[in-house]
């Protein structure tokens, strides 16, 4: 083994050795932020590879920067030209292609950290260790950004670029419930770094720093790891080669426009009489006429609902959820079977999720103690494993340290008390009540104009059907001819 790669390998050991004190997920991240396309990608690496051969590759040696000095780095002139001479390509091309390596973290800028590009001069720059390649697919995680941010932090004593200032900030109240932990393993890593040689301290310092900012770009910096938006098919997944890729893509794609039609047609079908701009407005539109009737009837907690309105809570649960007087009817139907603690809790984790910071803790305390704490007045029943969760969360409180609890709630009354709502003799009588009130009120009420018009109209037709007096009328014609002025010709 050459001393180039013992160097890299030993490179590579201390960055696995480091990034190993940080809890991480195996799983791989199919978020928006990070999923790569692995034939690009691979086709880049072996690009890579061939740039660090010790006998073709481009020159890598020594460069002095200030009093350090920089093991294995290359100028950009240098990547350049080798691109140039290897693909047959001009200089701008080659630097493209330069620049685009470097937007994708396989080369790194060792001086200017914030443009991710390829200068054509003695700026120095360094081959990424394979551990961050993007085909490794660690998942960015947000825990592991804090610790890096934190850790620079310590190192600069609080000077830290302007966005990163401003995700820092952002991450600290974020995750304010595991700070302390986040603080401790950047002071950990902080001072494993401060037993390295400074050579390495530098460069390691540079490659972690080139990472972040390849995965976690500066505001108005177009990211290379930004694939729009989310697909239908696994972004890890390898290509796939022979019959099956003229065959795979046609019956996947029927087989998705069948479904989507599917559910587009169910949804049009069930929503095209509750669509203003599909459906009449019963009893009338507001908005063309002067009556009020239909805000009247649509009030949140009107006595009385409309038949359309009723007919939506059998839509979905979460349709009777969002109606207040849906929940209203709910709630009636809770309290007779001795279940409305289940709804109750599920109104106070909306309210918390929803409410005021400046009373975020009290609320989440009060719920505590009234629907899950030990003898609580109103106890609700979930299961241990999401009991252990909240109790956990509840020691840092914040506006969705319920929502375990409240989606298992929230799936027991919809799977168990809303079928049997939709049959109950509740729902059977306000069904009853809302299409008699419907009928009462299905005349439309005209518009001011369409009155005024039919006035006029009716005082036409009576002055066109009363008798003319012949006289009266030759003696306002005689008086109107007498007012008139002389005409210039009579002069």
Known sequence: MCVCERERE?????????????????LRDHGQRYRPRMACLKKAEKVVLEMQDPTTGVKLQPQRLVITTIPHAITGEDIVVWLADRFQIDAQEARSFGSMLVALGYIY?????????????ASLYRFQTPYFWPTQQWPVEDTDYAIYLAKRNIRKKGILELHEQEQYNHLHKWMNHKWDFIVMQAKEQYRAAKERKKPDRVVFDCQERAYWVVHR???????????????????????VTGESLRYFPSVWSMVMCFSLHCRLVKYCATYKGH????????????????DVTYWALNMPNVEIPTKMRVERWTFSFGELLSDPRGRDDFRLFLKKEFSGENLAFWEGCEDLKWGTAATMKEKAEQIYKTFLARGAPRWINIDGKTMEITVKGLKHPH???LDAAQTHIYMLMKKDSYGRYLKSPVFKETTKKALFALNLNRR??????????QEQE???KMAASAPVDITQVMSKLSQQGKEAPPRQEDK
Not at 109 to 121: A, F, G, N, S, Y
Not at 217 to 239: C, F, K, Q, W
Not at 444 to 453: C, D, G, H, V
């Open 10 to 26: 030993r490179e590579r050991e201390r960055c696995k050795a480091s990034h190993n004190m940080t809890i991480r997920n195996v």
């Open 109 to 121: 800028p060792i001086q200017d950290h914030k443009r991710l590009v390829v200068k054509p001069d």
């Open 217 to 239: 770009p500066p505001p108005g910096t177009v990211s290379a790891m930004d694939y729009g938006l989310e697909r239908l098919i696994d972004p890890n997944a390898h290509e």
């Open 275 to 290: 669509d203003p701009f599909l459906s009449k407005c019963l009893p009338s539109n507001p908005w063309l006429t002067d």
């Open 399 to 401: 506006r969705y340290v």
């Open 444 to 453: 439309p009420s005209l518009s001011p104009i369409i009155i005024r018009q």
């Open 458 to 460: 009716q005082k036409a």
